[in-house]
């Protein structure tokens, strides 16, 4: 099973009536995956899907993604608003009044979308309604392996503008409730626009690269309202994850779009380069 992730498209920024650079960028990716030999099986698509939580914003976006011929799911992100996405996106699985819901049919593997969105708030949450319908949906199947997407990673990152505090109390709750568990074994989130991996209770988590220009990695201290002329945010390419589930374990992969200019392709030519890394006759 593969399950692809995007994250952090932020289409629209610039305004309805300005072409959007981010829009460029997430047609770099969808040429990506719909180049691909071996199709994912749904691509998750992990918050920020907008700037600015407009409604012809989302409209925008669902006219770019028509082009990805795969089942598609969404997550919300600081900068979306849930009123508005579910009026474009009526189909969309409320529970509770938060876009958080399971996708049990597209593998072996199951998938549970959180709501990390606190309105106004640019850090996560994880109240405790959200905890009741997480801890209930997980105890329904306890030995299925899980895999948990949400937008704001539940860990420190480094990046001290864009992380959460280990003992932040939503962070605390979401850890707790899936170390109940065992099945876990993975979750995936956006936010940082970066890529990440680390342990995360009794499990992993990793951070997908953005669609949207990339956070600039630097680990020094940030002082609010001292401004250091430091860089914030690049130009890079845009990029996703490809999360791979070979029946066993769970292995995550990071990659840019384009991914690059060609070198040697799987032809009759150069079919012994696979046959010598195979260690095939």
């Known amino acids: 099973m593969i399950i692809a992730q995007i994250t952090d498209l932020h289409i629209g920024f610039g305004g309805p009536?300005?072409?959007?650079?981010?829009?460029?960028?997430?047609?770099?990716?969808?040429?990506?995956m719909n180049g691909m030999v071996q199709r994912p099986d749904l691509i998750l698509v992990t918050g920020d899907l907008v700037e600015s939580g407009e409604s012809w914003a989302y409209e925008k976006l669902k006219d770019a993604l028509s082009n990805l011929d795969y089942p598609l799911y969404y997550a919300m992100g600081n900068h979306d608003n849930r009123e508005v996405f579910g009026r474009v996106f009526p189909d969309a699985e409320f529970n509770d009044g938060f876009l958080q819901y399971t996708i049990e049919d597209a593998g072996p593997v199951r998938v549970i979308v959180l709501d990390t969105l606190k309105n106004g708030f640019h850090g996560g949450e994880f109240c405790e309604r959200r905890r009741a319908w997480l801890d209930k949906t997980l105890a329904e199947q306890p030995d299925r392996p899980t895999f948990i997407a949400l937008h704001h990673p539940p860990i420190e990152t480094g990046i001290a503008w864009m992380t959460a505090k280990f003992k932040a109390p939503w962070v605390v709750a979401l850890r707790e409730t899936i170390e109940k568990y065992d099945n876990v074994v993975h979750v995936c989130a956006g936010h940082v626009h970066r890529t990440i991996f680390k342990k995360f209770g009794n499990t992993t988590i990793s951070v997908c690269r953005a669609v949207a220009p990339q956070v600039k990695l630097e680990l020094a201290p940030i002082t609010i309202d001292m401004p250091d002329d430091r860089i914030l945010l690049v130009d890079t390419l845009p990029g996703y994850s490809l999360h791979h589930w070979n029946g066993e374990r769970l292995t995550t992969h990071s990659a840019n779009a384009p991914s690059g200019k060609a070198v040697v392709r799987y032809d009759d030519a150069?079919?012994?380069?696979?046959?010598?890394?195979?260690?095939?006759?």
């Open 270 to 281: 150069h079919a012994y380069v696979v046959r010598h890394t195979l260690d095939m006759e």
């Open 17 to 32: 009536d300005v072409e959007c650079m981010n829009s460029k960028r997430l047609k770099l990716v969808i040429d990506e």
